[in-house]
């Protein structure tokens, strides 16, 4: 079965400093692992997604993530904070396959001070 | 395009209460899926729809939580009787095809309270 482990239930950095948001995955194929977004008092919204294209994938507001295969890992990053990012964000994982659901992790609640 | 539609955006109810929940996915949209969004928790799969067919309710708690969707489009999550561990925002979301190659679309969620 497949899962995710999302590292700090809680980041704070200052507005221009680097974002780095943790996620471990663990499965038994190849993963297919998202990003989204929940900002307050909205739905969530996908952020970026990998698909066993590129490792490194870029998604909307200037985030990234790469996906290391011998770490297990695909953290997600961004060059400098703005204060518009603060939200919770959560990786998830499904299987390449027709009918899988994504499971995902607990979230992280990402917090930007001016 | 219109987002994925759930109401009501709240309700507070006794414990052994029922509740139902509805939700209008994206037109077009053939997958439909509720989760479980427990405080402090990630969303959990409650039952998962294909079309009017359930392809995934492995975590539905069927003894009292029961799931619909009448003619591949709109969808009721009802809970009877409700406890209070019940509390939670019940998310649904819809996607074109499978979640491995089709973006979720969320909507914002029914947040439950059972006192």
């Known amino acids: 079965a497949q899962s995710v482990t999302q590292l700090g239930s809680h980041v704070s950095v200052s507005e221009g400093a680097l974002v780095l948001l943790r996620c471990n995955y663990s499965?038994?194929?190849?993963?297919?692992l998202f990003w989204y977004v929940q900002y307050p008092n909205q739905g969530l919204q996908l952020l970026l997604k990998?698909?066993?294209?590129?490792?490194l994938v870029k998604g909307i507001n200037g985030f990234e993530a790469e996906f290391k295969k011998s770490e297990t890992s695909f953290h997600l990053t961004k060059p400098s904070a703005h204060m518009s990012d603060a939200a919770e964000y959560f990786c998830?994982?499904?299987?390449?396959?027709?009918?899988?659901?994504?499971?995902f992790g607990k979230g992280t609640t990402l917090s930007v001070s001016s | 395009e219109a987002g994925v539609a759930q109401s009501p955006r709240y309700k507070i109810i006794e414990k052994r209460q029922s509740v139902a929940f509805w939700c209008n996915p994206i037109?077009?949209?053939?997958?439909l899926y509720w989760y479980q969004q427990i405080l402090g928790q990630g969303p959990k799969l409650l039952i998962q729809?294909?079309?009017?067919?359930?392809?995934?309710d492995s975590q539905l708690p069927k003894d009292r939580f029961s799931a619909e969707r009448l003619k591949g489009v709109d969808s009721t999550l009802k809970i009877q009787p409700a406890k209070l561990e019940d509390s939670a925002v019940y998310l649904c979301?819809?996607?074109?095809?499978?979640?491995?190659?089709?973006?979720?679309?969320f909507g914002n969620g029914t947040r439950l309270t059972v006192t």
């Open positions: 998830a994982v499904t299987l390449g396959q027709a009918g899988t659901a994504l499971i």
């Open positions: 979301a819809s996607s074109f095809g499978s979640s491995y190659n089709s973006p979720l679309h």
């Open positions: 037109s077009g949209h053939a997958t």
């Open positions: 729809f294909q079309n009017n067919g359930v392809v995934d």
């Open positions: 499965s038994s194929v190849p993963p297919y």
């Open positions: 990998y698909t066993s294209a590129a490792t």
